[in-house]
């Protein structure tokens, strides 16, 4: 008589979940609470993940059907990015959005697992590993120092000229905002606000001399080409909560960085371009936010009569009231000083370029270029060139009368 | 002696100080409505002619001159040859011409730098202004640090630690020695595998600002998954008919 066969071990069918950070994938969540619910809803299995960020969850018992299967990492957050975010001590390394999946088992397997929020993870299925890359709303990152004191008084705008990745790995240790704001519109925080995060680096506005200390950086990611809705949504939204956490910000002060970025000298023009010509500022002026216009039609007297007295005429570098050259050319009949109005007028904007003296060099050059870098930007003028033709000029005028 | 030469010039010049939207000659923003050609590179020489302001695009370039009180031209117009002074008057080499030139001049520099060869590099470097280091694409002709040849030869194992310029984020000094500078800013990655070398390219607009009148050679390194775009640009200036090697400028991804 044959021996009786050994009965079979029962078959585990389990399923692996490796969790990611969807922004860094080298970061695995180890820690987060995997639960699978059924309809009713009941947990039918679940499991922690470890150091790898993998969680293992037994099907076996499960009979085919929609399931919900959600994740929760050790710290999580599903409010809007912003002041209230990670402004506690201690503060963890990570905090993730919350991820509720439908997942479709078949057979003991899972067949499809789709986020119920798409902007909250990325998921991908293949057999028995189920990998999910979950949105980080608050990343620490190393770069930034204390604010010695100061006022937070600015928020400067950025974009990041990159792609994503390289900007990610950047802002975790070498330097980098307060806030990002990736090409979906979703937000993440890197430093705590009553920090100095290393965004600005030699800067000069309204007479201070370097910015991070009183300035809260937002970096939107763009490298080239126009700036999705999503951003400008995301971004007025954040500085609605911005400034309203925070009184001292004066509105006129949310600029760029291209605005703000010097050499030691003092001259602009080191971050020409940042956040650059495709950047609607129009869309938060609609909002009272940033430097503002006056409306009204232009005074064609405005600079001592240079422009009546030359027509189509534009100040510029090399031009100077003490040798009456302005425009290029010697104008001996214009007596008064355009040159010292037009410095007048620039710094009381804001822009760094020295003290006035009526001799357009080097500095006021580029606070020209800066000034019509932000103001023709999204359509709204020709390429910047540092010269001063009566556009500029009204433009200028304009905007110092806007200023409370 | 000190270890750090700076070289002073009189002036400087920016990208508004160029009315230059192509190549070849034309007058600054600075320059008068009649520029006088000289007999020779100083401000101080007879005067062998005046030529209206819109009429240096008619001028060829023939050489150059440094000096510690600024940098001259030598030009030849339709009945004269001589010196104009380079506040008044930039004059660009076109970019086949600038390759021409330099290829093989840049390739040696970029062989040097790639085996932190000093002794080869100190060759190439200009004998009155010396190598500028610019450990980001807008040059500072205030703070960047500037070596001259000897100076370079014992670099590498020189402990003396230079501010080389601000950090783009934090604003601190950038203070390193000098081999530490230079595995950071200007031989950090192998730009001899650069997918592309352009000589005298309308795109180094910031480098033309210090620069008017070099030829620039930019190695370039594309974006990868977490690494930014990265330019390596050489500076070369002619001096009394030979060019040499007076810039570095490591132009990477700045906040």
């Given at each position: 008589?044959p ?7 029962p078959v585990?069918?389990?399923?692996k ?9 080298v970061?695995?969540?180890?820690g ?11 947990v ?5 993940s ?10 076996t ?6 399931y919900?299967?959600?994740?929760t ?17 201690p ?9 509720s ?6 057979g003991?397997t ?9 902007l909250?993870?990325n998921?991908?299925v ?9 949105q ?14 100061a006022?937070?008084?600015?928020i ?9 990745g ?18 979906d ?26 910015i ?7 970096e939107i990611?763009?490298?080239t080409?126009?700036?999705?809705e999503?951003q ?10 911005l400034?309203s ?31 650059g ?6 869309r938060?002026?609609?909002r009272r ?19 009546d ?11 100077n009231?003490?040798h009456?050259?302005?425009?290029g ?9 355009p040159?010292l ?7 009381n ?9 009526g001799?357009?060099g ?6 020209v ?9 999204g359509g709204r003028?020709?390429t910047p ?7 500029t ?10 200023k409370? | 002696m000190r ?19 192509r ?6 923003d600075?320059?008068?409505?009649s ?7 100083s ?16 001028l060829v370039r ?12 030598k030009?030849r ?12 008057v ?7 011409e ?10 040696e520099v970029?062989?040097a730098?790639?085996?932190?060869n ?5 060759r190439s470097?200009h004998?009155?202004k010396?190598?500028?280091f ?17 100076q ?8 003396t630690?230079r ?5 783009d984020?934090?604003?601190a ?7 530490r ?12 595998q ?6 005298n390219?309308?795109?180094?607009g910031?480098?033309?600002e210090q620069y ?12 990868t998954?977490?690494?930014?775009q ?12 030979k060019?040499?090697?007076s ?7 700045t906040?």
């Amino acid at each position: 008589m044959p021996p009786a066969k050994k009965a079979a071990p029962p078959v585990q069918l389990k399923v692996k979940l490796k969790l990611r950070n969807r922004l860094h994938k080298v970061d695995n969540i180890g820690g987060a609470l995997v639960q699978l619910l059924d309809s009713t809803p009941t947990v039918v299995a679940s499991d922690h993940s470890d150091g790898h960020g993998v969680a293992t969850l037994n099907l076996t018992p499960l009979a085919d059907g929609d399931y919900s299967c959600a994740i929760t990492a050790p710290n999580t957050d599903s409010n809007s990015v912003g002041p209230d975010l990670a402004n506690g001590a201690p503060v963890p390394d990570r905090i993730y959005r919350p991820v509720s999946l439908t997942v479709k088992i078949t057979g003991h397997t899972i067949k499809t697992a789709v986020p119920d929020d798409p902007l909250a993870a990325n998921v991908a299925v293949s057999g028995a590993l189920v990998v999910v890359d979950i949105q980080p709303v608050w990343m620490k990152s190393a770069a930034n120092s204390g604010r010695a004191g100061a006022t937070i008084s600015m928020i400067i705008v950025h974009h990041t000229g990159c792609g994503l990745g390289p900007a990610v790995a950047t802002f975790i240790a070498e330097k980098g905002p307060h806030y990002m704001i990736d090409t979906d519109g979703q937000i993440v925080k890197w430093v705590q606000d009553f920090q100095a995060s290393w965004h600005a680096g030699f800067s000069r506005w309204a007479g201070v001399n370097g910015i991070n200390p009183v300035s809260i950086g937002i970096e939107i990611v763009n490298d080239t080409g126009p700036y999705p809705e999503a951003q400008y949504a995301a971004l007025l939204g954040l500085l609605d909560r911005l400034t309203s956490a925070f009184s001292s910000i004066d509105s006129w002060n949310i600029i760029g960085h291209n605005d703000i970025g010097t050499k030691p000298d003092g001259t602009l023009g080191r971050k020409s371009g940042d956040p650059g010509m495709q950047f609607h500022w129009d869309r938060l002026e609609a909002r009272r936010l940033g430097m503002l216009m006056t409306a009204g039609p232009p005074n064609p007297s405005i600079y001592a009569g240079f422009f009546d007295a030359v027509a189509n005429g534009s100040l510029r570098l090399g031009d100077n009231d003490s040798h009456h050259r302005f425009g290029g050319a010697t104008h001996q009949t214009i007596t008064g000083t355009p040159i010292l109005e037009l410095q007048q007028d620039l710094a009381n904007i804001g822009y760094s370029l020295g003290t006035p003296d009526g001799d357009f060099g080097d500095k006021s050059h580029h606070a020209v270029l800066q000034f019509q870098e932000h103001f023709f930007a999204g359509g709204r003028g020709p390429t910047p060139n540092g010269r001063v033709d009566f556009q500029t000029a009204a433009l200028i005028k304009s905007v110092l009368g806007a200023k409370p | 002696m000190r270890s750090l030469v700076i070289v002073v010039l009189s002036f400087t010049l920016s990208s508004g100080a160029m009315a230059h939207d192509r190549s070849g000659c034309s007058a600054t923003d600075y320059a008068p409505e009649s520029i006088k050609v000289l007999s020779e590179p100083s401000a101080k020489a007879n005067s062998l002619q005046s030529i209206p302001r819109e009429r240096t695009a008619s001028l060829v370039r023939v050489d150059a001159f440094a000096s510690r009180s600024g940098d001259w031209l030598k030009v030849r117009g339709d009945q004269y040859e001589g010196w104009v002074s380079a506040r008044d008057v930039v004059c660009r080499v076109l970019p086949q011409e600038a390759q021409d030139t330099i290829a093989k001049q840049a390739a040696e520099v970029l062989q040097a730098l790639k085996t932190a060869n000093m002794p080869e590099l100190r060759r190439s470097v200009h004998p009155v202004k010396g190598l500028r280091f610019s450990p980001y694409g807008t040059v500072d002709s205030k703070t960047d640090v500037v070596l001259t040849a000897s100076q370079l030869s014992g670099a590498l194992q020189d402990p003396t630690k230079r501010v080389w310029g601000a950090d783009d984020g934090s604003g601190a000094p950038i203070r390193l020695t000098f081999v530490r500078y230079y595995h950071k800013f200007v031989y950090d990655r192998d730009f001899a595998q650069a997918s592309q070398v352009r000589y005298n390219s309308e795109d180094e607009g910031r480098a033309w600002e210090q620069y008017p009148n070099a030829i620039l050679v930019d190695y370039r390194l594309p974006e990868t998954a977490n690494l930014p775009q990265e330019h390596l640009r050489l500076v070369f200036e002619q001096h009394q008919g030979k060019w040499y090697l007076s810039g570095i400028i490591h132009d990477g991804w700045t906040i």
